[in-house]
Structures are given as C-alpha cells and as structure tokens.
C-alpha cells in the first residue's frame, strides 16, 4: 500500500499558511457584522422609515395650501333676446375665461384623533427601533454560532495534523524495524493505513472549515474578500447571579418589550377610535381671481374679479351606521389580545430563562470535565507510546490511545464552544447581549 506523500505535504502546507493570517477577533466579527450584515441593513432602514413617520409633517397638525388654475375658450351660436325687446343672433361667437386661487384649509379640531395618532407613530418608531434591536441580537447570535464552528474546526484541524505527525513518526519508526528485521511487514502496513485514515480526516476538516468560513463571510456581508482566521480564545463573562439575571430578563427581554409597545399602542388605538364620536372644526380661506370675456350677447364684455373668502366648518357625524362602535370595539379586543401575549410570553420567558440558564451550567461543567480528560488521555498515551518505542505494547494498543487522545480534544473542543454559546443565548434571553464585550 503506497502513500501520496505530496498530499500530506499539501495539506500542511495549508495548514502552515492559514496559521499566518491575519485573525479576525470577536469584537471586529461584530463591528463587521453591524456594519455590513444586509438583515441589520434592512431593520435600520425600517426605523428611518418609522422615524419619518414621526415627524411634524406627517402629524396632521399642519394646514393644506391648494394652488388652482384654469382657462375656458367656448365658441358657440347664440341667439338673445333683449329685455326692450330687440333680439341679435351671433354664429361663431367667442369667448374665454381664467380663473386662478389658493386656498387654505386647517383643522382645528377632529375629535383629537390626530393627537393620538400622532402619539401612536412614535410609539410605533420605538416599536420599529425594538424590532431593529431584535434583528441586531439574532445577527449576532448567529454570527458566534458560524465565528466558534470555524474556531473549532481550527481546533479539530490542528489536533488531526498533530495526529498526523505521530502517525509519521510512527512509520519511519515501523520502516527502521522492518529493515533491522525487529518487526514484520505488517507493522509498516498498518501505520500507513493510519495515515491514510488521518490524511483522510485532515481533507474532510479542511473542506469543512472552508465552508464555515463562507458562511460567516455571509452573515459579515461577504466583508473579507480573502482568507482569514478567528480567534480560537474563548472567555466566559457571565457575571450575573440567577436572580438578579431573571429580573432583567422580565423587563429587558426585547420579546416583551416590544409586547409593552403594542399595547400602548393599542391604547391609543382606542382614544383614536373614540374621536369618532366628536365633531370636526374646520377652517378655510380662499384667494381667487377670475377673468371672462364675454361674446357680444353679453351685457358686460370682459369682468375680472379678485377677492379673499373664509369660513369656518363645523361637520358632526351623529351616526354613521356604526362603524365608530365597530372600531372602538375591536380596538378593545386588540388591547386585551396584547395583554393576553405578554402573559404568555412572561411565562415561555420563565421557563426559557430556566433550561438556559441550566444547559449553560451543564455544558460549561461539561467543559471543565473535558478538559481534565484531556490531561487523562495525554498522560496516557504518553505512557503507551513509551511502552510501544521499547515494544511492551502492539501498534493497535497505541493507535488505540493516540485515537482516545483525538477523541478528548475533539471532544474538548466541542464543549468548549456549546458552552460560549449557551451563554450568549442566556445574556440574548436576559436583554443583556448588547451590554457585553465580546
């Protein structure tokens, strides 16, 4: 059985160029991500959206100013009659009028509908400002989840090389007997097999790593245009006690703060709908100039008139078929539905908080577990290959333990990174993610 050599050569290679890039730290993978990410793109847009939403202009509090014009050419038979009795027929008479105004309307009062609207909008921005907020806190959720896959497949990629190697050792270490006739052709076949499976896992990682660089370029926003690295250092800066962590979580969870805005907004909704049964003050004004030629049937053959008209309105609808009631109504039912979901939500909040703040304890004593089985198995195969070199042990008794070795790390490594995230989705649950250094 023969070797591709230039393979394994190959992979080291790549293994040696990726440790000499440049390495993208969690706090530049969240800078990026807020900067480039077209999911945050687009909930910010959304709040500038909201934001014009809330301004004087869009408020109804302001007058209308309506500028008018307009021009009329008749060409007509006309056959008068005059009061003293003559009479005069005109084919083909002409005459043209123009007319041109601006008017002014303002309410002054519509049941202050306008007033709760207007209140609403703004609570409606901040509504938008928590959504953004959300997206934010999802992004990057997301974002650590695809930054530690590609930290641990770094990880597992540089423990499989370091397997590799023993595995190398192993064989020149199997060639030497073989030649000095201390062992069989057998162990020579059975160390390349080992490396052939090593090789093998190596390749698989490598491709794996690729893809999950990809993917976290794709939540960056395709930010980095070459290869790169990440930081493989992971600190654990909960520092909250349960209880107090519980308490933000019931008024800082963006879930239930947004509940909070719709039903302020709901509340409005109500008032709003309620104008309905007040009247609406009106005022308006006109300026306006109109010019007609007349045909010469006419007493008067060209009048221009100029002049300032207001008023003020007053519209009241008694009764419109019941369609304020309806709203009022339904606007009531919406309030009560809203409250009903913050109650359900405090308590799907509880018992998230509750399996969160448990799986993150659990994987995070799972890590520290781990960690002491890694001392375990090095000091183990430690142990075998020293027995193997002076031959108290066989070549499936050492590979047994250089792979319970690889197992540990691998095993470590995975740990690792569950715990890091359970602990983002706590702080995310608790309306804290923002406030932490990454």
Do not use: H
């Amino acid at each position: 059985m023969s070797i591709n050599y230039n393979l394994i050569i190959a992979i080291f290679c790549c293994v040696t160029i990726g440790k000499a890039q440049d390495i993208l730290t969690q706090e530049q993978a969240v800078k990026l991500a807020l900067e480039n990410n077209y999911g945050i793109k687009i909930a910010n847009n959304a709040v500038r959206v909201a934001e014009n939403n809330t301004s004087i202009l869009n408020s109804g509090f302001l007058p209308t100013l309506t500028g008018n014009a307009g021009a009329t050419y008749n060409l007509d038979n006309t056959e008068a009659e005059f009061s003293n009795g003559t009479s005069t027929v005109l084919n083909g008479a002409e005459s043209d009028r123009y007319n041109a105004s601006v008017s002014l309307n303002y309410t002054l009062f519509d049941g202050l509908g306008r007033r709760y609207n207007y209140k609403s909008l703004k609570e409606q921005y901040q509504l938008s400002d928590l959504q953004a907020r959300e997206t934010i806190e999802n992004t990057i959720t997301q974002l650590f989840s695809v930054y530690y896959s590609v930290a641990q497949l770094t990880e597992n990629l540089d423990a499989l090389s370091e397997t590799l190697n023993v595995s190398k050792d192993r064989l020149v270490r199997a060639q030497y007997q073989f030649d000095y006739g201390q062992n069989t052709k057998l162990g020579v076949l059975n160390a390349e097999v080992d490396i052939n499976n090593d090789s093998i896992n190596i390749i698989s990682a490598t491709q794996q790593l690729k893809n999950a660089k990809r993917d976290l370029n794709v939540v960056l926003g395709n930010a980095l245009e070459s290869d790169f690295s990440v930081s493989t250092a992971v600190d654990f800066t909960l520092q909250f006690q349960k209880d107090s962590l519980f308490e933000k979580a019931k008024t800082r969870n963006v879930a239930l703060l947004q509940t909070d805005k719709n039903i302020a907004i709901s509340q409005l909704d109500i008032k709003s709908s309620k104008s309905g049964y007040l009247p609406t003050v009106g005022l308006n004004g006109t300026y306006g100039w109109n010019k007609n030629n007349n045909n010469a049937a006419s007493f008067v053959a060209v009048s221009t008139n100029t002049g300032l008209s207001g008023g003020l309105n007053l519209t009241w609808n008694l009764f419109d078929g019941g369609g304020t009631i309806t709203r009022v109504k339904n606007a009531k039912v919406n309030l009560e539905t809203q409250q009903l979901q913050k109650q359900n939500i405090l308590i799907g909040i509880e018992r998230d908080f509750e399996n969160a703040w448990e799986d993150f304890y659990n994987k995070l004593n799972i890590y520290t577990i781990q960690q002491q089985n890694i001392i375990t198995s090095e000091s183990n195969f430690e142990r075998t290959q020293e027995q193997f070199k002076i031959g108290q042990v066989n070549s499936i008794e050492f590979r047994q333990a250089q792979l319970n070795l690889l197992n540990a790390e691998l095993s470590r490594n995975q740990a690792k990174y569950e715990a890091k995230l359970a602990e983002l989705q706590l702080l995310q649950l608790s309306g804290e993610l923002l406030n932490v250094k990454f």
